[in-house]
């Protein structure tokens, strides 16, 4: 089982960084500029509101808020994680 | 490429350790489950695949079958292949190389590519945080195995928010474009949507829908489609 999940997983990647991916560049031309944000924006939603296949709030939320307020304050990464992390994590605290 | 500090060494290792301890939890979880350490180590080292692992570990523990629990987990790992379009750039050429380098196509490490100013700098982040985050992966999955219960909860401490808001801070530069915020806004909105009627991982991959509005925005501001396959023109007009 743990091979053909290995198997599976870098199986998935070779495609990606070979012929799929090669196709998929070609197909979106200059929109390839615009496949991370999609990508990384719907991650973080998912992140942030999914949990167990099932939509749901809980208090990631609130991290993640603070996070968003403190990267677009142009704060460094070390700095949006700690303020998340402690934003979720106080508010567990006190809820 | 490593004569002097890169500004990405400490993203990057902020990252993994962030990532790290998130596999203390799984080591804590798969042990818990039964699973012992050799099955941890080549779930964590060979697959590396984060989120499919719990899933892996959670659907045996159930009861499920092996092959469900392959099955689930590689739908979330499809992700990865798309991927692939945007860290091609930042890879070797020659075979060999990308093969090797697909190992490292993890979340974090195309995302921190992309980020950078130029290609050299991409590719060395790509590296970077790729390798990085796979040993904290490893490395964290280990001492959860052995650790137990003794740190207690991740989420307790907040880490589960530590992975969106890494994330969160990766986007914010894509922001800076009309088209960029249509992508974003359009994709977490397809994700959510898909996740009450899909199967955990088929969300992500529906949100590529975004780009057809945001191509719209782009060809009325730009009426050159076609032109300026210059890598990033929205970091330049968020700074």
């Known amino acids: 089982m743990l091979a053909a999940l290995a198997a599976g997983s870098y199986g998935i990647r070779v495609l990606g960084v070979t012929t799929l991916g090669r196709i998929v560049e ?6 390839v500029s615009l496949l991370p944000v999609t990508l990384f924006s719907a991650l973080v939603a998912l992140m942030t509101w999914e949990r167990a296949g099932e939509l749901a709030l809980d208090a990631r ?9 403190a990267a677009w304050r142009r704060a460094s990464m070390v700095v949006v ?6 934003a979720t994590a106080g508010f567990r605290a006190f809820t | 490429m490593w004569t002097r500090i890169q500004p990405y060494w400490r993203d990057g290792l902020a990252m993994s350790l962030a990532v790290g301890v998130i596999g203390v939890t799984f080591g804590v979880f798969a042990d818990a489950a039964g699973f012992d350490l050799i099955q ?6 060979l697959a590396c695949v984060g989120a499919a692992q719990f899933v892996v570990v959670g659907v045996i523990d159930s009861g499920g079958t092996e092959a ?31 093969l090797v ?57 907040g880490f589960d928010a530590a992975l969106p808001a890494i994330f969160v801070a990766l986007v914010v530069p894509h922001l800076g474009t009309p088209e960029g915020r249509v992508a974003a806004v359009v994709a977490a909105a397809v994700a959510l949507g898909a996740v009450p009627l899909t199967a955990p991982g088929v969300p ?23 032109e300026g396959e210059d890598s990033e023109p929205e970091r330049g007009a968020s700074r």
């Open chain 2, 40 to 45: 941890i180590v080549v779930m964590s080292a």
């Open chain 2, 68 to 98: 469900a629990a392959v099955g689930s987990a590689l739908l979330l790992v499809a992700r990865y292949a798309l991927y692939g379009p945007v860290v091609r750039r930042f890879l070797p050429s020659s075979l060999p190389g990308r």
């Open chain 1, 61 to 69: 939320v609130v991290g993640v808020v603070a996070g968003a307020l």
């Open chain 2, 101 to 157: 380098a697909a190992q490292f196509v993890i979340d974090q490490s195309p995302a921190m590519a992309v980020a950078q100013t130029n290609g050299r700098d991409g590719a060395g982040a790509f590296w970077f945080t790729g390798v990085t985050l796979w040993l904290c992966w490893i490395a964290g999955s280990v001492a959860g195995t052995a650790l137990g219960g003794v740190m207690g909860n991740a989420e307790t401490w």
């Open chain 1, 26 to 31: 070609q197909r979106l031309g200059p929109l």
């Open chain 1, 81 to 86: 994680i700690l303020v998340a992390m402690a």
């Open chain 2, 204 to 226: 992500i991959l529906l949100s590529v829908v975004a780009l057809a509005p945001a191509a719209l925005v782009r060809a009325r501001r730009q009426p050159r489609p076609g």
